[in-house]
T-cell receptor, first 113, second 112 residues
């Protein structure tokens, strides 16, 4: 079963605009991670946010976590063509073991030049 | 610095054949994982190894077996391949279970 669900499934924006992707999940978590996947490649880790954190930044990335709503968002500011990829959230549910990450279905982001 | 290396990159099998997917990491990580990714889907965990000498089932273990050969290597075996196992298989590793995972570039497996 997919714990995380991303919204939207696909997003197309102009270079320089900001992109926001959302992730909802069902059960209490220890932490939530965001990954990027370029076409034909493996996933690359972007940010890990723990359940007691509300916001985290890394370069042009900003992640928020609202455990009361069981949701997270990933904001990419000043988008570039190289940001074109699929983005996945992944959670490890409390009591399920730290190794058992559950991934959402992903958001396909296209940055138009 | 290779990271996580998977072999082969592509494979076509006939129904009923067996094969082993290989994975090796050079980051001295304790935990290793096998996932499958079907079109338009996220990754689903098949098996994982929290540390050398241990393996546990993930979400979709049926039809697969794994071996943690040593700290570096974690293999996935399909004993009798079925068309439903056509997928892209990813191996990953992490220092510990609650740390970011590092992924290989996948094995694209087709079963006819």
């Amino acid at each position: 079963s997919q714990q995380g669900e991303e919204d939207p499934q696909a997003l197309s924006i102009q270079e320089g605009e900001n992109a926001t992707m959302n992730c909802s999940y069902k059960t209490s978590i220890n932490n939530l991670q965001w990954y990027r996947q370029n076409s034909g490649r493996g996933l690359v880790h972007l940010i890990l946010i723990r359940s007691n954190e509300r916001e985290k930044h890394s370069g042009r990335l900003r992640v928020t976590l609202d455990t009361s709503k069981k949701s997270s968002s990933l904001l990419i500011t000043a988008s570039r063509a190289a940001d074109t990829a699929s983005y996945f959230c992944a959670t490890d549910a409390k009591g399920q073991g730290a190794q058992k990450l559950v991934f959402g279905q992903g958001t396909r982001l296209t940055i138009n030049p | 610095n290779a990271g996580v290396t998977q072999t082969p990159k592509f494979q076509v099998l006939k129904t009923g054949q067996s094969m082993t997917l290989q994975c090796a990491q050079d980051m001295n990580h304790n935990s290793m994982y096998w996932y499958r990714q079907d079109p338009g889907m996220g990754l689903r965990l098949i098996y994982y190894s929290a540390s050398e000498g241990t393996t546990d089932k993930g979400e979709v273990p049926n039809g697969y077996n794994v071996s943690r050969l040593n700290k570096r290597e974690f293999s996935l075996r399909l004993e009798s391949a079925a068309p439903s196992q056509t997928s892209v298989y990813f191996c990953a590793s992490s220092e510990q279970g609650n740390q970011p995972q590092h992924f290989g570039d996948g094995t694209r497996l087709s079963i006819l």
